[in-house]
């Protein structure tokens, strides 16, 4: 971000190339609305263009990019006034990985892994949307317990609980399917 702001292009696309899907994932998975999703994730990296003379690396870059998307979110929850449902569609943009082939190729593990697929993102759904998000900061944008307190303005100890009891209740969620 630093070389952004001196006027290096390519760092933007640097930056913009390791965070774009994370950032994606976490305004689709957060609200219902994709298409209030895909503004918002545009509004974060313009406001990012926008701020590049003023960015003072006070933290990780992660971590100020995830705090504008917060804000972001929490604005637009407040327009909406609305309950956050997440839509788990197929993500275009952000395609999954080639499987290895041979077994994984066979319908009935298909079909099984869609199955868990669909059971973790039931799971991730039914979560309170404040333990979503610390799940989604930490998994998505790889961030710390810290950097979750910093980006959401809530105490490391928020953070922390937030992290461990959607952890805790994912993992009693998928024992089900065992």
Same mark, same amino acid.
């Given at each position: 971000?630093? #070389?952004?702001?001196?006027?290096?292009?390519?760092?933007?696309?640097? /930056?913009?190339? #390791?965070?774009?899907? =994370?950032?994606? *994932?976490?305004?689709?998975?957060?609200?219902?609305?994709?298409?209030?999703?895909?503004?918002?994730? &545009?509004?974060?990296?313009?406001?990012?263009? &926008? %701020?590049?003379?003023?960015?003072?690396? &006070?933290?990780?870059? %992660?971590?100020? /990019?995830?705090?504008?998307?917060?804000?972001?979110?929490?604005?637009?929850?407040?327009?909406?006034?609305?309950?956050?449902?997440? $839509?788990? =569609?197929?993500?275009? $943009?952000?395609?999954?990985?080639?499987?290895?082939?041979?077994?994984?190729? &066979?319908?009935?593990?298909?079909?099984?892994? *869609?199955?868990?697929?669909?059971?973790?993102?039931?799971? /991730?759904?039914?979560?309170?949307?404040?333990?979503?998000?610390?799940?989604?900061?930490?998994?998505?944008? %790889?961030?710390?317990?810290?950097?979750?307190?910093?980006?959401?303005?809530?105490?490391?100890?928020?953070?922390?609980?937030?992290?461990?009891?959607?952890? %805790? *209740?994912?993992?009693?969620? /998928? *024992?089900?399917?065992?």
């Amino acid at each position: 971000m630093l #070389r952004y702001a001196r006027g290096d292009a390519a760092a933007f696309d640097l /930056l913009y190339g #390791r965070h774009r899907a =994370g950032l994606y *994932r976490y305004f689709v998975r957060q609200c219902a609305d994709r298409g209030a999703a895909e503004e918002m994730f &545009q509004d974060v990296w313009s406001s990012l263009i &926008q %701020a590049r003379g003023r960015y003072r690396p &006070q933290a990780r870059f %992660a971590t100020w /990019l995830y705090t504008l998307a917060h804000n972001r979110l929490v604005d637009w929850y407040r327009r909406s006034s609305r309950v956050s449902w997440v $839509d788990f =569609g197929g993500d275009e $943009d952000d395609p999954p990985p080639d499987p290895p082939a041979a077994r994984t190729a &066979q319908p009935d593990v298909q079909a099984a892994a *869609r199955e868990i697929g669909s059971r973790i993102l039931a799971v /991730l759904d039914a979560l309170p949307p404040p333990q979503r998000e610390a799940f989604l900061l930490h998994e998505e944008g %790889a961030m710390s317990v810290e950097e979750i307190a910093a980006a959401t303005g809530a105490s490391l100890e928020a953070a922390k609980s937030r992290l461990r009891y959607a952890i %805790a *209740r994912l993992r009693a969620g /998928l *024992r089900e399917l065992a």
